[in-house]
């Protein structure tokens, strides 16, 4: 699927202005953000990458020209499903063992779009049964962290897995220097109770809209991720 035929299925499916979609759009394109070839329907074929970004893009809720930082950043949010923070320990994914390691945000969407489309739903080792309830949120990406929540169940259990981005501005400086940092990023921001969430309905539709031809790469790529991930173990 072309960009041009994507990008009212992402307005539709997330609610959000098809003019708006399309200046957010742009403005990932033109950072590398979202594949570019040819214009219109001699476009380059979406990937499920694109997709991770341009639903990040838009829950991010702040202005078009600053996008393509918050996608990079909430891109780079960690979890390490083994620490203490998190909720409960997340057990393992058939498919996608990496759930079990420390991994970034962006790596986790893209498996579930990538699982979706080609229609290998996740399965839990521990149960069999297929995990097809998510929630996804965004919490304040435009303040001092980039932090958001992955809700996976089964049906029988669930758990959360919590990511989490300093913002760039505390990369390499002591933390003597952090509250004055806090307090520059802070100013100004006005109401920082931003929040934004989606269920799996959305991982479905845009999932979906990759249509039949994303199904072989999304085929190899799983396997690809399944190698690497037991290799790491």
């Known amino acids: 699927m072309k960009l041009v035929e994507l990008l009212p299925i992402v307005a539709e499916t997330l609610g959000v202005p098809l003019a708006s979609v399309r200046v957010l759009a742009m403005q990932l394109r033109k950072h590398g953000l979202v594949s570019s070839g040819g214009r219109g329907r001699g476009g380059a074929e979406m990937k499920p990458t694109d997709l991770t970004n341009l639903l990040l893009g838009t829950m991010s809720g702040g202005p078009a020209k600053d996008a393509h930082l ?11 499903p083994r620490s203490p923070g998190q909720l409960e320990p997340a057990r393992p994914i058939e498919d996608h063992p990496m759930f079990m390691l420390r991994h970034a945000l962006g790596e986790a969407l893209d498996a579930i779009f990538l699982s979706y489309a080609s229609g290998d739903e996740f399965s839990d080792e521990g149960y069999g049964f297929p995990i097809t309830n998510i929630l996804f949120t965004v919490h304040y990406p435009h303040t001092v962290s980039y932090q958001a929540d992955l809700w ?40 920082l109770a931003y929040t934004a969430r989606i269920t ?25 991720t399944l190698k690497k991930a037991r290799s790491s173990r």
């Open 70 to 80: 918050a996608v990079q950043r909430l891109r780079e949010a960690w979890v390490d």
């Open 152 to 191: 996976l169940d089964n049906g029988s259990e669930d758990w959360t897995l919590r990511y989490n981005r300093n913002h760039p501005a505390f990369d390499d400086i002591p933390n003597a220097e952090w509250a004055e940092t806090a307090r520059g990023l802070i100013a100004g921001k006005g109401d």
């Open 200 to 224: 799996s309905t959305t991982f479905y539709d845009l999932a979906d809209a990759l249509g039949r031809s994303a199904e072989a790469e999304a085929t190899q790529q799983l396997t690809a």
